[in-house]
């Protein structure tokens, strides 16, 4: 403020002194003509000339000038510092520098919501670029931490899947030992069993040991990879194949499966780690619809992704749906609203690495009707 008023001050006091010696000239230009008018008069007449008058006149002139030059370039500066002080400065300069100064103490705050200033409030001025810049900084500097919080996240889910999968190896170990006891001890049973209602159950236990054993499989999973053998699949016998292994909770038996899956629909991949994801899926519904009314729909249809043959397959349920709090984030590791007895939130994790490993993707929505719907998009071969 006081660099503005020097400034003008300033520019007044050269304007003044300028203006002084051009107004000098004038009034003296003015004297010169009046006293030769007198002299040509006083020749004219015969009298005697009087120039004390013509110099009164010059002197009063002069000072007369300076007054009304001084008054009006005082009023000038006070008015332009009026204007400058209390319109252009307020509008143009101390209210966006005060914004920025806001934005910024929000910025320390951890403020988001406050700390970007409003597209509306700047202008299209040196300031307003200024503003615009350290919008841009803020928001990729925000943009940077998301990414470095995600990626910590990240970290931590890994470390936690590291040290699962570790555990899993080594619980697959313990229980591949009685496992293989107990598959021959039951083969040697149904070898000898005459009686038909012991060969049933014999059956039944074999099933039963023969899941525990994908379960271990499964479990190895964790801590490498397998090589998968890929080869044309027919989808229907496979979601058949793996809701007989859901079909194991007895909730299964009050809740009706429709497979709308033609015979002909085909997926390249592997059949025990596509049974896998399907499993996980159809469980997951299970899980969620109700006893008695509970519906599940499969369906599937051909569908290319640039230009590469494949099928969607969707595994759709009349149950509450997704809640919008886990929908974002429901493939991530550990995300489950059940993390009891029942659920670990590493079902769909595990279905969604089976499912990327095998060149498809996978996706997860709520149905406008109610009830959620999974879709599965896998690589088909190309049809003849």
């Given at each position: 403020?006081v660099?503005?008023?020097?400034?003008?001050?300033?520019?007044?006091?050269?304007?003044?002194?300028?203006?002084?010696p051009l107004?000098?000239?004038?009034?003296?230009?003015?004297?010169d003509?009046?006293?030769?008018?007198?002299?040509?008069?006083a020749?004219?007449?015969?009298?005697?000339?009087?120039?004390?008058?013509?110099?009164?006149?010059?002197?009063?002139?002069?000072?007369?000038?300076?007054?009304?030059?001084f008054?009006?370039?005082?009023?000038?500066?006070v008015?332009a510092?009026?204007l400058?002080?209390?319109?252009?400065?307020?509008?143009?300069?101390?209210?966006?520098?005060?914004?920025?100064?806001?934005?910024?103490?929000?910025?320390?705050?951890?403020?988001?919501?406050?700390?970007?200033?409003?597209?509306?409030?700047?202008?299209?001025?040196?300031?307003?670029?200024?503003?615009?810049?350290?919008?841009?900084?803020?928001?990729?500097?925000?943009r940077?931490?998301?990414?470095l919080?995600?990626?910590?996240?990240?970290?931590?889910?890994?470390d936690?899947?590291?040290?699962?999968?570790?555990?899993?190896?080594?619980?697959?170990?313990?229980?591949n030992?009685?496992?293989?006891?107990l598959?021959?001890?039951?083969?040697?049973l149904?070898?000898?069993?005459?009686?038909?209602?012991t060969?049933?159950?014999?059956?039944?236990?074999q099933?039963?040991?023969?899941?525990?054993?994908?379960i271990?499989?499964?479990?190895?999973?964790?801590a490498?990879?397998?090589?998968?053998s890929?080869?044309?699949?027919a989808?229907?016998?496979?979601?058949?194949?793996?809701?007989?292994?859901?079909?194991?909770?007895?909730?299964?038996?009050a809740?009706?499966?429709?497979?709308?899956?033609?015979?002909?629909?085909?997926?390249?991949?592997?059949?025990?780690?596509l049974?896998?994801?399907?499993?996980?899926?159809?469980?997951?519904?299970?899980?969620?619809?109700?006893?008695?009314?509970g519906?599940?729909?499969?369906?599937a249809?051909?569908?290319?992704?640039?230009?590469?043959?494949?099928?969607?397959v969707?595994?759709?349920?009349?149950?509450?749906?997704?809640?919008?709090?886990?929908?974002?984030?429901?493939?991530?590791?550990?995300?489950?609203t059940?993390?009891?007895?029942?659920?670990?939130?590493?079902?769909?994790?595990v279905?969604?690495?089976?499912?990327?490993?095998?060149?498809?993707?996978?996706?997860?929505?709520?149905?406008?009707?109610?009830?959620?719907?999974?879709?599965?998009?896998?690589?088909?071969?190309?049809?003849?």
């Amino acid at each position: 403020m006081v660099l503005h008023n020097l400034f003008f001050l300033v520019l007044a006091c050269a304007a003044y002194f300028t203006l002084i010696p051009l107004f000098e000239k004038q009034v003296a230009d003015a004297q010169d003509r009046e006293i030769r008018i007198l002299e040509q008069a006083a020749k004219a007449g015969g009298g005697p000339i009087n120039l004390a008058l013509p110099e009164r006149t010059y002197e009063q002139e002069l000072r007369r000038a300076k007054i009304t030059l001084f008054l009006v370039l005082g009023s000038i500066y006070v008015l332009a510092v009026l204007l400058l002080e209390s319109v252009i400065m307020p509008e143009y300069v101390y209210q966006p520098l005060q914004k920025m100064l806001d934005a910024d103490a929000a910025t320390q705050a951890g403020d988001r919501e406050r700390e970007l200033i409003p597209e509306h409030d700047i202008l299209g001025d040196e300031i307003g670029y200024l503003m615009r810049s350290r919008n841009k900084t803020v928001a990729a500097l925000r943009r940077q931490e998301d990414e470095l919080a995600s990626a910590l996240r990240r970290l931590e889910e890994q470390d936690r899947l590291v040290s699962l999968g570790l555990l899993s190896a080594s619980v697959a170990h313990e229980l591949n030992t009685p496992l293989a006891v107990l598959a021959g001890s039951i083969e040697k049973l149904i070898e000898t069993s005459p009686d038909a209602q012991t060969l049933n159950r014999l059956a039944r236990m074999q099933r039963v040991t023969q899941r525990l054993r994908r379960i271990s499989e499964s479990l190895v999973d964790f801590a490498r990879v397998r090589k998968q053998s890929m080869e044309p699949l027919a989808l229907r016998a496979l979601i058949d194949e793996a809701w007989s292994l859901v079909a194991i909770d007895e909730k299964a038996s009050a809740v009706e499966l429709v497979n709308e899956v033609r015979p002909d629909d085909q997926a390249i991949g592997n059949s025990d780690r596509l049974a896998q994801v399907f499993v996980n899926l159809l469980r997951n519904a299970l899980i969620a619809v109700e006893a008695g009314t509970g519906k599940i729909v499969v369906r599937a249809k051909r569908m290319e992704r640039s230009g590469e043959p494949g099928v969607t397959v969707s595994v759709e349920d009349n149950g509450p749906g997704i809640p919008s709090a886990v929908l974002p984030n429901i493939f991530e590791a550990f995300v489950t609203t059940r993390l009891d007895a029942r659920g670990t939130g590493l079902g769909l994790t595990v279905a969604e690495g089976i499912v990327t490993q095998h060149g498809g993707s996978i996706t997860a929505a709520n149905r406008p009707e109610g009830g959620a719907c999974l879709e599965v998009w896998l690589p088909a071969p190309a049809r003849v």
